[in-house]
């Protein structure tokens, strides 16, 4: 019985032991084995932090790593204190190796956890190079020529392949007209810089952050940001809108100087979400839209083409790979959505670890990953313009339903499917904030699709889409109804 307490005593209090006789190795032992990680649990407590921004926050995690291993180490040192100072018995060794194995396996265990985790989270995290927007329209330039100073610029020949293709949106040059002997022909005149009219001092306040869907996959040009959202924030009130951008909208401008407004000068031929996997297939583009932070090429340029046509600084960004959001639902256990209407499922989807049924709903409908893309998914239900709706609505519930229990009970698979969909240029602080605000039942109290009626996708006023989101954001600023 005397064995069994010594032992316990070294493992739970090292150092203990030792205090008559080695006072100052106690107290060494103690602090680095108790106290240490005590104050590392006891901060995390107190500092009042979201556990999730927490479980993200890779500084956190390095002082839980130095945690562990100042507790594993010091209660090592204890056992071979303890053993060397006692007689060479049987009993004496098989207790001790016994002890050695209960103190090394948990923490071994939570020592590769926590390095794997930060290991996982490296690649989230994408803070802009300076700490500022991703894009800003005014971003330091001169208010008629709007660079910006931060704009890639890259000689690049127009793409006569594409560009050449003529669509209903664009107007193009007027016909030759013949008057006797003259021959005159309008030259085409490239679109304004679209204005939203709004007092930058009244929206002073508003954080507008860029969420994009992207959705990668057999029969695609690498990634095409099927989900385009700008959610702003008026950060002293917290309310806040989310406006969609459909998919197929025709049109997007580009700013003045960058690589894409040099191949097409007259705006986007392509749909919108096209602006990632063109310059993510392209080393000149790719080149171009380089920045000296971490963000991917063609998320600049995305936040650039949305920034630049509706006339609003994107400060920051969150990028979801829908495919890997398959594993992340399933990693959190699933979730619980209320569907309205019987929803037709689209096909299978790479990934998908079933096949699908041929509709669900209506009702409340436990969903796994698998069963939640097919709901964002499908397009037969309603149209394309009901599904950013339905993505926001299954986000929402997401954000409702994630509590740390879930999160820290499925830590490893949560952090390896966090690592494998998520880019953001958030910091884990302010990740958890939005997540909780799109979970949030009275936060978004603005919610707007450019979609038909309001705007024609395939013939858009660009400069009617910078009014309708600047008059949202003083909306959400001022705290009253934009009408939309």
Same mark, same amino acid.
């Not at 680095?32 to 927490?54: C, D, E, I, K, T």
């Not at 004496?92 to 923490?107: C, D, K, M, S």
């Given at each position: ?125 994408? =803070?802009?190079?300076?700490? +500022?927007?991703? $894009?800003? !329209?005014?971003?330091?330039?001169? %208010?008629?020529? #709007?660079? /910006?100073? @931060? ?94 951008? =459909?998919?197929?909208?025709? +049109?997007?401008? $580009?700013? !003045?100087?960058?690589?894409?407004? %040099?191949?097409? #000068?007259? /705006?986007? @031929? ?110 037969? %239900? ?5 599904? @950013? ?96």
């Amino acid at each position: 019985m005397e064995l069994v307490r010594e032992l316990a005593t070294a493992l739970v209090l090292p150092g203990w032991a030792q205090r008559r006789a080695r006072p100052s190795l106690a107290i060494a032992l103690l602090v680095v084995g108790v106290a240490f990680p005590l104050v590392v649990a006891v901060w995390a407590v107190v500092s009042g932090r979201n556990w999730v921004a927490l479980s993200l926050d890779r500084t956190f995690l390095a002082w839980v790593l130095v945690a562990f291993v100042a507790a594993l180490a010091a209660r090592l040192v204890a056992l071979a204190m303890w053993f060397a100072a006692g007689s060479r018995s049987r009993e004496r060794t098989v207790a001790g190796a016994v002890a050695a194995l209960v103190a090394v396996v948990p923490l071994s265990v939570g020592i590769v956890d926590v390095a794997q985790a930060r290991s996982d989270i490296a690649p989230v995290f994408t =803070p802009t190079a300076d700490g +500022g927007a991703v $894009f800003d !329209p005014d971003g330091g330039s001169d %208010a008629d020529d #709007p660079t /910006g100073t @931060t704009l890639p610029t890259v000689d690049v020949e127009p793409v006569t392949s594409v560009d050449a293709v003529e669509r209903p949106w664009e107007r193009g040059p007027l016909p030759t007209i013949e008057m006797g002997s003259t021959t005159t022909t309008q030259p085409r005149v490239k679109p304004a810089r679209p204005r939203s009219g709004v007092d930058p001092a009244v929206v002073a306040d508003v954080r507008n952050i860029l969420l994009l869907g992207g959705d990668a996959g057999p029969g695609r040009s690498g990634l095409r940001t099927d989900t385009m959202m700008l959610l702003s924030v008026h950060t002293p009130s917290g309310r806040a809108s989310l406006v969609s951008l =459909p998919r197929d909208l025709e +049109g997007l401008l $580009f700013p !003045p100087g960058s690589a894409l407004e %040099a191949r097409y #000068p007259y /705006g986007f @031929t392509e749909l919108a979400n096209a602006v990632y996997p063109i310059v993510s297939a392209s080393s000149s583009l790719r080149s171009a839209y380089e920045t000296d932070g971490d963000i991917r090429p063609g998320i600049v340029a995305t936040a650039q083409a949305i920034g630049y046509s509706l006339d609003v600084p994107i400060h920051d960004y969150v990028l979801v790979d829908m495919q890997g959001f398959l594993d992340l639902v399933d990693a959190l256990g699933g979730v619980t959505v209320s569907v309205t209407k019987q929803i037709p499922m689209p096909g299978n989807v790479p990934g998908a670890k079933y096949d699908y049924p041929p509709t669900i709903g209506p009702g409340t409908i436990e969903m796994d990953g698998t069963l939640a893309l097919g709901y964002v998914r499908s397009r037969y %239900a309603d149209s394309d313009y009901q599904r @950013t709706r339905r993505q926001r609505d299954l986000l929402a519930a997401m954000a409702q339903q994630i509590s740390a229990v879930e999160v820290l009970s499925r830590y490893d698979q949560v952090l390896d499917a966090v690592g494998g969909t998520l880019r953001t240029s958030l910091t884990p602080d302010e990740l958890a904030d939005t997540v909780a605000l799109i979970g949030g039942e009275t936060a978004i109290v603005e919610s707007v699709g450019l979609v038909p009626p309001l705007i024609n996708v395939k013939r858009p006023d660009v400069q009617r889409m910078a009014e309708i989101v600047g008059e949202v954001r003083v909306a959400i600023s001022q705290g009253t109804a934009s009408g939309y």
